[in-house]
């Protein structure tokens, strides 16, 4: 590995358990579990759900087409790169269960990047809700630094995966959506 990255690596670590440590607060850290959560894929499943029977159905069809293709990849990629979680993680989420994938994308992140993209693009939304969506996003992007999730670079991977895979999905989908009744 190149003798800078090495370096950076080391800062980030560093870095994050500086982040945990200045910020552990047990109600912080509570309220910071839960929120995270907005970012889970199965949060995001039964909002996508819950949205598409109470909304509307066709937005739901387009969007959750392109966010089950997005975790897909991300998954893929985290098997691929392997990356250990930072040391001081906790296995267990809230729901006590154990995380099996690897560190680099952070998937929570790639997930709430992809549906703020989605929905912003699929609405047209104005400046003001994509900015409240995105900043969301940024926040559980921060959440997974500050639980010891995932490391800086983890995140803004998610972050740069989740826009891009959106923002293809959505771009191949509509061309398609002629022949598919989207």
Do not use: C, W
């Amino acid at each position: 590995m190149h003798l800078s990255l090495k370096k950076f690596l080391k800062k980030e670590k560093e870095l994050v358990k500086d982040i945990e440590k200045e910020l552990s607060s047990r109600h912080l850290k509570g309220f910071l579990l839960l929120f995270t959560e907005l970012g889970s894929s199965l949060t995001a499943s039964i909002f996508l759900v819950i949205y598409g029977f109470l909304f509307d159905f066709k937005a739901m069809i387009f969007i959750a087409s392109i966010y089950y293709f997005q975790l897909i990849i991300v998954e893929l990629i985290k098997l691929l790169v392997k990356r250990q979680r930072p040391e001081n993680h906790e296995a267990n989420g809230v729901l006590k269960l154990k995380f099996t994938s690897g560190s680099f994308p952070s998937g929570h992140t790639s997930n709430v990047f992809t549906l703020a993209f989605l929905f912003s693009n699929y609405y047209l939304l104005g400046i003001i809700p994509t900015t409240i969506l995105f900043s969301l996003a940024g926040l559980v992007a921060l959440s997974r630094i500050v639980l010891g999730k995932h490391y800086i670079g983890d995140v803004t991977g998610g972050a740069i995966i989740g826009i891009l895979l959106s923002f293809a999905g959505a771009t191949i989908a509509t061309q398609l959506a002629p022949f598919l009744s989207f």
